[in-house]
């Protein structure tokens, strides 16, 4: 079964902090992607990354920036974080060969600003 | 402009009583589209998907939806709902150059389905 790990399940703190959240997967998997997800606005996509060291601005990329060094790993980096970050966010991964199109999801990480 | 409906923001049913979760779409060319299901506070699972061929998808957990090219609807269904299916729902679609590596998923936003016993 295909893994997506994500290195935290819940985490305070606070304003102004630089907050880094890692995510990794099993599969070789050559698409990542971070998701921060609110109610009543479902998932929003911040970024992807389709390959190591390429990456591409999602829909909400303000505040945020990953690192992808190595296939397996994709980081989310909080330059600063502030309240208005306080959010689920969500780490996916995918392959588009071989016909298995859907993403694999992490438990993903609840993360107040506090 | 692409987007996905959810109509319902929660569906109630009895336990042993049909369900569905519908979701219909907008987009240029031919679709992908997907149903996930998130557990609280965990993250979305893949349910199934539609790519090509037969209309009816069968998927995970009794859960099976049809794509309606005309209605341009992907209904999610399960014909016995058990308490345990008491969970968000979220359809997702993409389309058009990039499909198929899912950087154009355009999400719903979410069906809760309350299974009452």
């Known amino acids: 079964d295909v893994k997506v790990t994500q290195s935290s399940r819940y985490l305070v703190k606070r304003t102004g902090e630089k907050v880094f959240l890692e995510c990794v997967q099993d599969?070789?998997?050559?698409?990542m992607f971070w998701y921060r997800q609110d109610p009543g606005l479902g998932l929003r996509l911040i970024y992807f990354?389709?390959?190591?060291?390429?990456?591409e601005k999602g829909d909400i990329p303000e505040g945020y920036s990953v690192s992808r060094e190595k296939k397996e790993r994709f980081s989310l980096i909080l330059e600063s974080a502030s309240t208005n970050q306080t959010s689920m966010y969500l780490c996916?991964?995918?392959?588009?060969?071989?016909?298995?199109?859907?993403?694999?999801f992490g438990q993903g990480t609840r993360l107040t600003v506090v | 402009a692409q987007s996905v409906a959810q109509p319902e923001d929660q569906v109630n049913v009895a336990e042993g009583n049909p369900l569905t979760v519908k979701c219909t779409y907008s987009?240029?060319?031919?679709?992908?589209l997907f149903w996930y299901v998130q557990y609280p506070n965990r993250g979305l699972q893949f349910l199934l998907k539609?790519?090509?061929?037969d209309n009816l998808v069968k998927g995970s957990y009794g859960f099976e939806a049809e794509f309606n090219k005309s209605q341009t609807s992907f209904h999610l269904k399960k014909p016995s709902a058990l308490v345990s299916d008491s969970a968000l729902y979220f359809c997702?679609?993409?389309?058009?150059?990039?499909?198929?590596?899912?950087?154009?998923?355009?999400w719903g936003l979410g069906t809760s389905l309350a299974v009452n016993p």
């Open positions: 996916a991964s995918s392959s588009p060969l071989g016909g298995r199109t859907e993403a694999f």
């Open positions: 599969m070789d998997h050559e698409n």
């Open positions: 990354s389709y390959d190591v060291k390429m990456k």
């Open positions: 987009v240029s060319g031919n679709p992908y």
């Open positions: 539609y790519i090509t061929g």
């Open positions: 997702a679609v993409a389309a058009g150059p990039g499909a198929g590596n899912n950087r154009k998923l355009i």
